[in-house]
């Protein structure tokens, strides 16, 4: 049961933030208007619950109250709930990624065809479900820097990337991504030049994107396993970029 403590941390998460946004609807410009937060701290607890409180928060109650309820009821088996969790916290998540953003960056036919396909590509290399036929490789350059949103709820490509973190789900980021990219990437730390493009991809259930992040410089010698060590999850959304 500890094993779900994840679900009572999915609240809150603000972030601080340009330019053209994509996806379901169309591109559009942007221009920044308020203020970074001071202390470049990326999430905001208003409206969360204490760190510290004893309780656990609402919406984990909740959870937990209809959990009771179905099982009691004999709809839900525990040990299936439990399989699923353990799956996502163990099978899954951001390293699937880094492992296909090591493969693009070592293998300029693979990267060919995550770019043209990305459900065949991933599926060429063993990964498949949980939205990865759904993802869009769309790659970072020195013109362009690529960001990912779900400005409507949290679509995500988990196949790829695992659970979404929470500030991804936040009201601040789908909101401020959107309207201020530039600012946003500031407070996670991007700095990006003005004469570089910023593009807004908005998620939904069809279409989910992964960043293909640049190759760090001096990366040359490196063998997939270490470059893959490399690649973060933030990365892969845009909001990170790999260093050595
Ligand atoms: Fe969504």
New binding site residues.
């Given amino acids: 049961m500890e094993r779900r403590e994840f679900l009572g941390g999915a609240a809150a998460g603000v972030v601080a933030g340009a330019t053209t946004v994509i996806g379901k609807s169309q591109a559009q410009t942007n221009s920044d208007t308020s203020k970074p937060n001071a202390d470049g701290h990326l999430h905001s607890h208003e409206g969360a619950s204490p760190s510290h409180s004893l309780l656990p928060s609402d919406p984990a109650l909740r959870v937990k109250a209809i959990e009771t309820l179905l099982v009691e009821k004999g709809l839900v088996d525990p040990a299936a709930v439990d399989a699923i969790i353990d799956q996502f916290e163990h099978n899954l998540g951001p390293k699937i990624g880094a492992a296909v953003v090591a493969k693009a960056w070592a293998d300029p036919a693979f990267k060919k065809a995550l770019m043209e396909n990305a459900p065949k590509a991933l599926a060429s290399i063993g990964v498949v479900g949980s939205g990865a036929e759904q993802v869009i490789a769309v790659e970072n350059t020195d013109k362009v820097h690529n960001v990912v949103v779900?400005t409507?709820?949290?679509?995500y490509p988990w196949g790829v990337l695992g659970l979404p973190p929470a500030w991804y789900k936040s009201e601040a980021y789908r909101s401020r991504v959107v309207r201020e990219p530039r600012k946003v990437l500031a407070e996670f730390g991007i700095n990006l030049p003005d004469q570089a493009e910023v593009r807004v991809w908005d998620?939904?259930?069809e279409m989910r994107y992964l960043v293909l992040p640049q190759r760090p410089k001096g990366t040359e010698a490196m063998n997939e396993a270490q470059l893959a060590a490399l690649v973060s999850r933030d990365s892969m959304i845009g909001t990170g970029i790999p260093t050595v």
């Fill in positions: 779900c409507l709820c949290s679509c998620s939904n259930s």
